[in-house]
């Protein structure tokens, strides 16, 4: 089983890869920028292919990313190239539209899975509506009741069970909680609850409210349209709320995953089905695609950023800052991930 699992686990990655690159890729082309190297994955060449365009297409050993190696992406660097085919000489619009091409396609891909879990599987309802509540559970001893909605924890106000879960896990100086409910008959009112807590194998401990909530929605054709619209919106907010909770310590670092953990997440969509697998590879795709527009340098949003600065200065930023900016950000970036994929696999083990 683990063996399917890797390999769909490296189709996933390969699609969302392709994917993005191919953004990159078409949008370069039809804005005239030489391209010397469209590559998926990383490492050494497995697989090479001389296009009669003279673009080498590389499949490389690592599926863990790819690129589309550009003439002039910072500065003019090849002699032999005209002027006019480099990106750093390419209107600012098309520039701009060749480095978020990828984010952009990333965007069109979650959407277009989560069309198709909508109108085959039927549209979720994205509201905390609480269908069940455990006998003896914390919940019922605040007077949680079945029907009652979640609209906030903490003070944290939320329209969607997506972003309430994430606030649930959020570092608080108590073990008490506010939730905020909205009743069946209209009325807001806050209660108190205590979660019990469950120690895990390994001595982990979780948090146990001791509530369900119904995801089911009637499934029409307007509430199958609308669902994949609202989705992307509450996953979007979802990883802008992550980004805030790890810069002001409402998250910890050890709340996100590197490879090792993503793979984990496929095994289990995997036992769960072809519409969990889908919603994997949408959600992986949107994220992917978020990260990448970060103005952080290395990500295409950190070469938006110095082009957006170019734009406000009216000349071009050295191209060695640049470079050593791009440089700093991606040692950075690998040294995350080295600590990432560290912690997973400790917690794997």
């Known amino acids: 089983m683990w063996f399917i699992g890797l390999l769909v686990f490296i189709l996933i990655l390969g699609i969302i890869i392709l994917v993005h690159e191919f953004g990159h890729y078409i949008m370069a082309k039809k804005s005239g920028v030489y391209i010397y190297e469209f590559s998926i994955g990383m490492g050494p060449v497995v697989y090479s292919h001389k296009g009669k365009d003279g673009i080498d297409y590389n499949l490389r050993a690592f599926p863990v990313g790819g690129f589309?190696?550009?003439a002039g992406e910072i500065y003019e660097d090849d002699g032999e190239i005209p002027k006019e085919k480099f990106l750093c000489n390419r209107p600012a619009l098309q520039r701009f539209c060749v480095l978020v091409a990828g984010v952009f396609n990333n965007f069109v891909l979650a959407l277009l899975c989560l069309f198709i879990i909508?109108?085959?599987w039927g549209p979720q309802n994205e509201?905390?509506?609480i269908s069940g509540v455990q006998e003896g559970s914390a919940a019922e001893k605040s007077g949680i009741r079945s029907g009652d909605e979640l609209i906030g924890v903490n003070n944290h106000d939320f329209s969607s069970w997506d972003v309430g879960q994430l606030y649930l896990y959020f570092k608080y100086?108590?073990?008490?909680?506010e939730f905020k409910l909205r009743r069946e008959d209209g009325n807001i009112e806050t209660i108190k609850i205590t979660p019990n807590i469950e120690t895990l194998d390994g001595g982990e401990e979780r948090k146990v409210f001791g509530i369900q909530i119904d995801t089911k929605q009637e499934k029409n054709f307007i509430n199958c349209l609308k669902y994949p619209f609202i989705k992307f919106k509450n996953m979007l907010l979802s990883m802008i709320i992550t980004l805030k909770g790890l810069f002001t310590g409402g998250?910890?670092?050890?709340?996100l995953s590197g490879p090792v953990g993503i793979y984990q997440v496929v095994n289990q969509s995997l036992s769960l089905g072809i519409s969990q697998l889908i919603y994997t590879l949408a959600l992986l795709s949107l994220n992917v695609g978020f990260i990448n527009i970060l103005p952080f340098p290395a990500f295409d949003g950190g070469h938006v950023l110095f082009m957006i600065i170019e734009k406000i200065k009216g000349s071009k930023i050295n191209s060695k800052i640049e470079n050593a900016f791009t440089m700093v950000g991606f040692i950075l970036l690998m040294l995350l991930m080295i600590f990432i994929t560290f912690q997973d696999i400790i917690n794997l083990f």
């Open 173 to 177: 100086d108590s073990n008490e909680y």
């Open 68 to 70: 589309v190696q550009m």
């Open 251 to 255: 998250l910890s670092i050890k709340n």
């Open 118 to 120: 909508s109108f085959i």
């Open 127 to 129: 509201k905390a509506i």
